[in-house]
T-cell receptor, first 114, second 111 residues
Framework: EAQVTQNPRYLITVTGKKLTVTCSQNMNHEYMSWYRQDPGLGLRQIYY???????DKGDVPEGYKVSRKEKRNFPLILESPSPNQTSLYFC?????????????FGPGTRLTVT | GQQVMQIPQYQHVQEGEDFTTYCNSS?????IQWYKQRPGGHPVFLIQLVKSGEVKKQKRLTFQFGEAKKNSSLHITATQTTDVGTYFC???????????FGGGTRLMVKP
């Protein structure tokens, strides 16, 4: 089954403790991205990757890192999480960088930073 | 990314009533996609509009792209409880790679 998976689905952590949210897709998609969703603010893009070893900042990249060493995986790294990073995070992928392709979303990771 | 305003933010309807959400931009859009997110779920692709004045239908859902390609709408005829969720428009960015999402319209349907 074609899908985007994220782990963990729920995470409660403390300020400053490094964490990684994994994202994997099995559709051989070139393009992957991370979004955060906050009430009243919709979906905002954090980082995106147009292919292996090619990443770029989205609208809200501060406090986040990403890497794309393999085509299928695109982990999101929070080196020193802060409470304002409490949010619902979605990973997404699509066939190629051009936005003419539909985007597939993972199930989401709900992160709470205390 | 490309900025769009989506209205209304919330809409309560009685089951059987119609519903419309609008997506407005101050600049010309190349294309626009629509997504639906059920409560507790993730966004799911519904449709893409590319041509000026384009109208596409999916059963009770009608999607339109304005003649000037600056606005788009989603109309649901005779809503059902299964239509509950948040509907997002997502226009194509100028560089062709960033999909920026509108704030969404949350639809609630009373049975």
């Amino acid at each position: 089954e074609a899908q985007v998976t994220q782990n963990p689905r729920y995470l409660i952590t403390v300020t400053g403790k490094k964490l990684t949210v994994t994202c994997s897709q099995n559709m051989n998609h070139e393009y992957m991205s991370w979004y955060r969703q906050d009430p009243g603010l919709g979906l905002r893009q954090i980082y995106y990757s147009m292919n292996v070893e090619v990443t770029d900042k989205g609208d809200v990249p501060e406090g986040y890192k990403v890497s794309r060493k393999e085509k299928r995986n695109f982990p999101l790294i929070l080196e020193s999480p802060s409470p304002n990073q409490t949010s619902l995070y979605f990973c997404a992928s699509r066939r190629a960088a051009l936005s003419f392709y539909e985007q597939y979303f993972g199930p989401g990771t709900r992160l709470t930073v205390t | 990314g490309q900025q769009v305003m989506q209205i209304p933010q919330y809409q309560h309807v009685q089951e059987g009533e119609d519903f419309t959400t609008y997506c407005n931009s101050s600049t010309t859009l190349s294309n626009i996609q629509w997504y639906k997110q059920r409560p507790g779920g993730h966004p799911v692709f519904l449709i893409q509009l590319v041509k000026s004045g384009e109208v596409k239908k999916q059963k009770r859902l009608t999607f339109q792209f304005g003649e000037a390609k600056k606005n788009s709408s989603l109309h649901i005829t005779a809503t059902q409880t299964t239509d509950v969720g948040t509907y997002f428009c997502a226009p194509l960015g100028n560089a062709g790679n960033m999909l920026t999402f509108g704030g969404g319209t949350r639809l609630m349907v009373k049975p």
